[in-house]
């Protein structure tokens, strides 16, 4: 019986010991794997968009599905292109109001494929880019440009109607952004969609007066923020997004990374992902 108790006493501190450094293995391995888990989630949000798409150091054509996909391939969280549409109602992805020296809105779509970007892509249509946008893209989001019509008003309320039906009959809704310059097209959009996360680019209405309409976000030019740095302070109050155009100089980078801006807008993505990486290692080291 001796025997038994004490080997029993035995195996009791066997468990005992055991238990404790299985106990403090799990502590370790957790608070390690915790840390680690919560490095790759700062820096899966990153704050990056790609104006008119990554195509300055590779020399891609801007708003292009090449320059599209390659701020994908860097993992930016955004990438923001440009939507007119043409005399024959279709809507393309340009920037400038002309192409190829005619002017999209006076022109008929098949006209425009007369002319060729750099890389020898065709103008793309709205629905052939949102497509590429949403292959193999796990992270980054459309941030869809309206243009205001040159033509009036009504055409730009009506592209907006467009191009937030194709985009909803592409079930892309949950993963595009939109921004305009015309406020009327920006209600529209909410009109239309109301959950859809809408930026205003003018820079002419203080966050407080967003935030009333029921936008989203402010996307203006860094100009507007250095002028007005109040309205930093007041967009995080009212608990609106925080967005910039077009910052490309590093120390301006620098300023609005310190400012903790919700999205940053730059031709020179590459410059600020490994910026935004060094605050991270520096804030987990």
């Not at 009212?238 to 730059?266: A, Q």
Request: aromatic residues 10%; hydrophobic residues 40%; glycine residues 6%.
């Amino acid at each position: 019986m001796n025997k038994v108790l004490k080997l029993n006493k035995k195996i009791m501190q066997e468990y005992k010991f055991f238990s404790i450094v299985v106990i403090f293995l799990s502590v370790f391995i957790f608070s390690f794997t915790n840390k680690k888990n919560n490095i790759m989630t700062i820096e899966k949000q990153n704050s990056v968009i790609a104006h008119r798409g990554a195509w300055k150091k590779l020399g891609l054509p801007q708003n292009s599905i090449a320059s599209l996909k390659q701020a994908i391939a860097l993992g930016c969280i955004g990438s923001e292109f440009d939507v007119w549409m043409t005399a024959d109602g279709q809507l393309v992805v340009n920037h400038d109001q002309e192409f190829g020296g005619l002017d999209i809105e006076k022109t008929n779509y098949k006209d425009l494929l007369a002319h060729r970007l750099s890389n020898g892509e065709q103008i793309s249509t709205l629905a052939a880019y949102i497509r590429a946008g949403m292959e193999n893209n796990l992270n980054t989001r459309l941030v869809c440009e309206i243009k205001p019509s040159e033509i009036s008003k009504a055409r730009g309320v009506s592209i907006a109607e467009e191009t937030v039906k194709l985009i909803r009959s592409l079930k892309a809704e949950g993963k595009v952004d939109y921004i305009s310059f015309d406020f009327e097209i920006l209600k529209k959009v909410k009109e239309l969609e109301p959950g859809a996360p809408v930026q205003f680019l003018n820079g002419n209405k203080s966050p407080k007066a967003i935030k009333k309409a029921g936008m989203k976000g402010i996307n203006y030019n860094y100009k507007v923020f250095k002028i007005l740095p109040k309205w930093v302070k007041q967009a995080k109050e009212e608990g609106i997004i925080l967005n910039t155009w077009t910052v490309n100089d590093p120390e301006m980078m620098d300023w609005f990374l310190k400012k903790e801006f919700d999205f940053i807008t730059t031709d020179e993505p590459e410059l600020l992902l490994q910026k935004q990486k060094s605050l991270w290692t520096e804030g987990n080291s």
